[in-house]
DNA sequence: CGGACAGTTGAGGCCTATCAATGGTGGTGG
DNA sequence: CCACCACCATTGATAGGCCTCAACTGTCCG
């Protein structure tokens, strides 16, 4: 197993592990990845970080996919309009999390900072060598996609199916669980209402008044961007949450 | 690139290409996959053809998933149900289409037969395996991820800000596409207004009156399980398609 | 201080769900 | 052969949940 180099941001003060690298190398039920150090390190010198203030466009919807990112810290939000300004957000990427690898010629949804964003980007064929190379990127990758497409089935049911309490339940379990594994600690959202609304396929007003439904019936408390979670199990049964075996 | 194996099948005297093969050696912007003859043969040669009854259970939501398949002919659909009954449909799958592949250790949805159904089945390690010794086969299992991402996200824009009226279209667009891509001809949609409803987040009911409008409107012709596009241009207006540049 | 903007709350309306009834079709058994 | 049943599809009536429009508050910032 691959040592992950650790690195101190400069604005931040937070440590963190390499990007790729630590994707690479680590993953819940990762096989023992075979990675060779030296193919990975090059991989980094190619990549380039940058910064990205709040709402501005990472990139834009239909742009020609030539890189993919990684988020080293802040949030990030996948964006699709419609022709009537509709807008439907994707999801929600935070720090280690990668986007735009898996496009195909171009990126079908455009990216935005929610937050200031500290992004490494890389270039696709780049990656797409690495993993010609290297078997345990490529299963790697396999399991990142694996990963990516049960959570968007799990959330295509939360669409279609759920109420807006549930969605609203649903939505604060895992922000907490992306957060803040910690049961405990507040959680800080960094999306507006609006973004909220836009994720979970309500209105600002409908996303207001489930969380003040849930505030006074003390599942939650609300203070400002931070929320807290009161009675994890009542938010649970209102979420619709299964149980894994 | 590999030359596709043909084959007929006994029952129903179509001819097709053979399951795997076909996947690795074709595919809309597939890199020329350098895949080696030999290794699909030995995958080919580990695998399984079975028959499902309509409305019988392929795999069971929350299976181990050992297994993935690919439909050699009919239609399956993939469920995921709710404690109180509610149902969700994540995909509907035609021949060619491979599912089970991509889960993690299990199933995250079911999937049955909507009509009677050949399939291929294959061990996932095998394919597993094969990705490892092939780069062609892991090019394009990426690939195929990401169609599937794609496809996924496009149907939460539906499911998240679209009206009835524009999932009915946009379904019936998707369905003409890979039922039957020649314009002019009507298709027969497989599957029940129920498996449409569970399908676009709505119900019976509600898919019902969409379809006779659209009837009534001269845009599109019902006969029993045969639609036939009258007016693509109205069907695509009304789905809220987006061009593709 | 005033304007912009996010968040909250209220009033009312629309769209879709729900409940209910009917028609049509296929399968079954008398 | 036909009565009967089960099931799907369709249509109607009604209700309810969420959206829309609107007003108000608080905060930030020029």
Redo the contacts with the bound molecule.
């Keep these: 197993m691959l040592a992950i180099s650790q690195a101190t941001d400069p604005r931040s003060g937070i440590t963190m592990s390499y990007p790729i690298a630590a994707h690479m190398a680590s993953g819940a039920g990762a096989p023992n990845g075979v990675i060779s150090a030296p193919v990975l390190t090059a991989l980094e010198a190619r990549s380039t970080t940058i910064r990205v203030e709040r709402d501005e466009e990472i990139v834009a919807q239909e742009d020609l996919a030539i890189n993919c990112y990684q988020v080293v810290s802040g949030c990030v939000r996948t964006v699709r309009l419609l022709e009537d300004g509709r807008r439907h957000i994707g999801e929600f990427l935070f720090a280690g999390d990668m986007f735009g690898w898996e496009a195909l010629d171009r990126h079908d949804f455009g990216a935005e900072a929610v937050t200031p964003v500290t992004l490494r980007r890389y270039a696709r064929r780049d990656l797409e060598q690495l993993a010609d190379q290297d078997r345990g990127v490529a299963r790697r990758l396999r399991e990142l996609s694996s990963c990516r497409l049960r959570s968007g089935r799990e959330h295509m049911v939360l669409l279609g199916r759920k109420?807006?309490?549930e969605r609203i339940a649903s939505f604060l379990l895992e922000m907490a669980a992306r957060i803040n594994p910690d049961a405990r600690a507040s959680i800080e959202l960094p999306m507006?209402?609006?973004d909220m609304g836009d994720y979970l396929?309500?209105?600002?007003?409908?996303v207001?008044?489930r969380?003040?439904r849930l505030r006074v019936d003390g599942t939650i408390a609300?203070d400002g961007?931070k929320i807290a979670i009161r009675d994890r199990r009542a938010l649970g049964e209102a979420g619709c949450e299964r149980v894994m075996h």
């Design positions: 109420t807006a309490s507006s209402r609006s396929g309500l209105t600002i007003e409908t207001c008044r969380l003040t609300i961007t």
